[in-house]
């Protein structure tokens, strides 16, 4: 295994557990929070794919396109949430079930409008290049993509350690009861989260598309990774969420590298070892 | 009970002519009706882009004929498959047995094909398979009434692409195929020539359909630093293993042998020019194919539809020429299968959208099969996709048992991940 080969995986493994990350972090704090399994997150990922890539198709500038992605994401998701999915905390098995049917529709509706051929995306045209050093060639584009995800991680580690919505997120997680008691707003801060995991999901989705690129059915692909990263992590932890995205996306690369013909069994060994012996995860909490 | 091939190829060829000779034909009514079509096609699910493509081919050429051949209706019923072999089987009984459907064209994915093959030899009900390409269906597991219509198997263009690459001077070659049976039949055809010819495949990496990441299989082929690698990819991941391959450099420094569907319209219309442009695959249609049946199809489709056609529309397009025909020289009397079948199997096409097509005697078509270089589209075309794979050499009249005698070539298993034609 020569340094190269290292590299080259190390990197790809970060670049694709960072897209992971924005996927995965939204789908864990509402878990954490609410109780709710949402089987549309990588549906709403998807759409804010597509909604970018339109939006870059007439004109619009890569990043601003990706934001708006977002923020139409995170519409349908609040309009999902107030009008569905807020009366299912705590109930995992039908918000699954409501989910599921939201993620099919999404799907469906994404094919009647768009088509089903695969859409590829360009990264913006100042990131088009690609580093070299010596044998190893990486797309800066991808470096742009680690950068943006911690970022955005860092972000939502401060909003929730130093604000006080922050205080109130972890208080409900905690002890929601005991929140409710003390007279803070628990509601707000479930809907805080759900749009904010919409609105990350759907950021996501077009600064994904030069490496996923956008195609009906995509999101079932992501959805068992995404899952896997949040059970890796423990289930409504951040950080776990963090590292999860980190440890599949390089077990995922150095796995299909080293062994290329045992390419899934190698993502859920590690799953099926934490579920043996820490079921609740790396950084969970014990139930 | 098994049979020898020989004796396999010997009942078949008496099937052939017990049901050429015919079943006793009903009696005719003064007015037959409509003859009724089921097109199997999945519009929904994962290959959902390209049922509608096999839809609009198909459509294409009854709307050009106002839906009748020899005096008659042609009534088509478009059957969702959902990209689903057990619910593909349930619409073609639905069809059949239902609707009262009297032939079956479709559908796509090889897995739906060989759902559907076994219930219409049993209900005797011809199946058309212009895409289905699983190399069994007109090899070990050839029928009378299984018939790949402007269709091909799945290891004909491929076996081109070995003796191509050794003509080339290439030696070492990787081959990265999808893990099911096209990406095993695609990758056995290309293995077998190259390595009879006297070239040396030092890895065959298999990946999941699906995958979106193909940058640690891509790390891998680099690491092995071969002459060339034989890549087959479908749909989306034919977009991400491209779009990866030039964005990590290697697209200028390994040259790459695709399969048909890797560079397929369908695929590199979406796909900036820069990323596909020079690259070299085989298959049995090219949308810049220069002549005029190619070109009067692809202005055709490109002022109904928008875009240039993928394969999936031309065999659809294609398979619907060829049924008409053959229901005009029964005068529009389908209702004798055998002689419908017949039919069927006489036509030649001197020259289609594909080029020349006749079928062998197990149901596959002997026909062209193009070195394709993908290039910017010129003329007309450039209205309607940026790049599009033009021929650079035509071998001409291509069987689906390349040179060798169907009875030898039919003693070796099909291609899996275990036989690949060749000794490691």
């Keep these: 295994m020569d340094l190269r080969f290292f590299a080259q995986n190390a990197l790809g493994g970060l670049a694709y557990g960072s897209l992971l990350f924005l996927i995965a972090s939204g789908l864990t704090l509402v878990f954490g929070l609410m109780r709710i399994i949402n089987l549309a997150q990588t549906a709403f990922y998807l759409l804010g794919a597509y909604v970018g890539l339109t939006l870059v198709a007439h004109g619009f500038d890569f990043w601003l396109s990706s934001v708006a992605g977002g923020v139409v994401t995170m519409v349908l998701g609040l309009a999902v949430y107030s009008a569905f999915l807020h009366r299912y905390h705590a109930d995992p098995l039908t918000s699954l079930l409501l989910t599921l049917g939201f993620a099919l529709i999404l799907d469906d509706g994404i094919l009647a409008l768009w088509g089903g051929d695969p859409r590829s995306v360009s990264p913006p045209p100042m990131l088009r290049g690609s580093i070299q050093i010596g044998t190893l060639v990486f797309p800066e584009y991808w470096l742009a993509v680690i950068a943006i995800s911690f970022t955005v991680a860092a972000i939502m580690f401060v909003s929730l350690r130093r604000t006080m919505l922050g205080v109130i997120i972890r208080a409900s997680v905690d002890d929601e009861e005991m929140a409710r008691g003390l007279g803070v707003d628990v509601n707000r801060a479930f809907y805080v989260v759900f749009a904010a995991g919409a609105l990350i999901a759907g950021i996501g989705g077009l600064l994904g598309g030069p490496i996923t690129s956008a195609y009906p059915g995509l999101d079932g692909e992501l959805t068992p990774l995404a899952f896997a990263v949040v059970i890796v992590g423990g289930m409504g932890s951040l950080t776990g969420a ?15 590298a080293m062994f290329p013909e045992l390419s899934y069994f190698t993502i859920f060994v590690p799953v099926a070892l934490i579920m043996a012996f820490r079921p609740q995860g790396l950084f969970g909490r014990k139930q | 009970m098994r049979m020898s091939t020989r004796a396999k190829t010997a009942v078949l060829a008496v099937v052939i002519v017990l049901v050429s000779a015919g079943v006793p034909s009903p009696t005719r009514s003064a007015d037959p009706g409509p003859i009724k079509v089921a097109l199997l096609a999945p519009t929904s699910g994962s290959a959902a882009a390209a049922g509608h493509d096999m839809v609009a081919g198909w459509q294409l ?5 106002g839906g009748k051949v020899a005096g008659r209706t042609v009534e088509t019923v478009v059957y969702d498959t959902a990209s689903n072999p057990t619910h593909a089987l ?16 479709g559908p796509y994915l090889a897995n739906e094909g060989l759902a559907v093959a076994p219930y219409a030899v049993q209900h005797r009900i011809p199946l058309f398979l212009p895409t289905v390409s699983a190399d069994d269906l007109s090899q070990r597991q050839a029928s009378a009434f299984v018939i790949k219509v402007a269709g091909w198997s799945s290891s004909l263009p491929t076996h081109v692409a070995g003796v191509w690459a050794y003509e080339q001077g290439y030696r070492k070659v990787v081959t990265l195929a999808n893990s099911y049976a096209f990406g095993y039949e695609n990758a056995g055809g290309f293995a077998q020539t190259f390595a009879q010819k ?16 193909y940058t640690p299989y891509i790390s891998r082929i680099q690491a092995a630093a071969p002459d060339a690698l034989f890549v087959e990819m479908v749909g989306a ?10 964005s990590l450099g290697l697209k200028s ?6 399969n048909e569907t890797t560079t397929d319209q369908s695929n590199i219309r979406s796909i900036s020019p820069e990323i596909v442009e020079g690259i070299t695959s085989f298959g049995h249609f090219a949308e810049g194919r220069d002549t005029p049946a190619t070109r009067a199809f692809i202005d055709k489709y490109g002022k109904a539809e928008g875009v240039l056609p993928s394969y999936m529309a031309t065999s659809f397009y294609t398979a619907a020429q060829w049924i008409a025909q053959a229901i005009e020289n029964v005068h529009g009397n389908t209702g004798d299968v055998g002689t419908l079948l017949q039919a069927v199997r006489q036509i030649k096409l001197a020259d289609s959208p594909f080029g020349p097509m006749t079928l062998d005697q197990y149901g596959c078509p002997l026909e062209n099969v193009y070195v394709r270089r993908v290039t910017a589209t010129t003329g007309d075309a450039a209205k309607y996709a940026k790049t599009w794979n033009v021929v650079t050499k035509t071998y001409p009249h291509v069987s689906q048992f390349w040179t060798w005698k169907p009875s030898d070539y039919l003693k070796q298993p099909v291609y899996s991940p275990s036989y690949q034609g060749y000794t490691k």
Aim: cysteine-free; hydrophobic content about 50%.
């Design chain 1, 242 to 256: 963090l590292v999860g995205s980190i440890l599949i996306g390089l077990v995922n690369a150095f796995g299909k």
């Design chain 2, 61 to 65: 050429f009854w709307k050009e004929h």
């Design chain 2, 90 to 105: 349930d619409q073609a009984r639905h069809a059949v047995e239902a609707d009262g459907a009297q032939m079956i064209v």
């Design chain 2, 198 to 213: 006297g070239g040396k495949i030092t890895d065959q990496i298999w990946a999941p359909l699906g995958t979106a990441d």
């Design chain 2, 237 to 246: 991941d034919a977009v991400h293993f491209l779009q990866q391959w030039s």
């Design chain 2, 253 to 258: 420094k390994i040259p790459l042998i695709a």
